[in-house]
């Protein structure tokens, strides 16, 4: 049992590349989030998905785009980084709502030059 | 919107004593303030989380508070020790149909030996 896993774990970018990060669960999750944390500004929510096939946006959405075809994967993707997406951003899941615990991915590290 | 606000922003104590940290929210219709302890260079993970309809729960040596009418909680940490050394999110659900938590800033808890 896994948990939850992110790829990859660290990545530079230029200014204008596009890329996905991957999420994967293997708890069957039906909630899966994606968040950015950046310093002295705690963990924003990006987009959300409430189950296979649907994602929602969430606090900080622009510049993101998000897809769950599969109800183990929550992909994140960046179609023309910019330094403001400097960043390191958290995949997390729960089993059916915002309000339970949520399982947290390790991390990726994302450095737009 | 909805704002969660939290302090102090780093807490330094001395190994035994107790810590506390606070939140504030804005929206008088949440209902769910989990709070998630992140160590360095780790992801973050629920330590203890209180909904609306009780003022106080504890577990072991952390215990959290809530007071709906002046909409604000706290994290207690009692007899603190190294491995508590840790930076300290809370977040509060929002009072709309989505439930998407709001974090705050996070506090850097450093416990002195």
């Known amino acids: 049992n896994a948990g939850v896993t992110q790829t990859p774990k660290f990545r530079v970018l230029k200014t204008g590349q596009s890329m996905t990060l991957l999420c994967a669960q293997d708890m069957n999750h039906e909630y899966m989030y994606w968040y950015r944390q950046d310093p002295g500004m705690g963990l924003r929510l990006i987009h959300y998905?409430?189950?296979?096939?649907?994602?929602a946006k969430g606090e900080v959405p622009d510049g993101y785009n998000v897809s769950r075809l599969k109800k183990q994967n929550f992909l994140l993707g960046l179609e023309s980084a910019a330094p403001s997406q400097t960043s390191v951003y958290f995949c997390?899941?729960?089993?059916?709502?915002?309000?339970?615990?949520?399982?947290f991915g390790p991390g990726t590290r994302l450095l737009v030059l | 919107g909805e704002n969660v606000e939290q302090h102090p922003s780093t807490l330094s104590v001395q190994e035994g004593d107790s810590a506390v940290i606070k939140c504030t929210y804005s929206d008088s219709a949440s209902n769910y303030f989990p709070w998630y302890k992140q160590e360095l260079g780790k992801r973050p993970q629920l330590i203890i989380d209180?909904?609306?309809?009780?003022g106080e729960k504890k577990d072991q040596r952390i215990a959290v508070t809530l007071n709906k009418t002046a909409k604000h909680f706290s994290l207690h940490i009692t007899e603190t020790q190294p491995e508590d050394s840790a930076v300290y999110f809370c977040?509060?659900?929002?009072?709309?149909?989505?439930?998407?938590?709001?974090f705050g800033s996070g506090t850097r808890l450093l416990v002195r030996p």
């Open positions: 997390a899941s729960s089993y059916l709502t915002f309000q339970e615990t949520q399982y």
């Open positions: 977040a509060a659900s929002k009072g709309d149909s989505s439930y998407k938590l709001i």
């Open positions: 209180i909904r609306s309809n009780v």
């Open positions: 998905s409430v189950g296979e096939g649907t994602t």
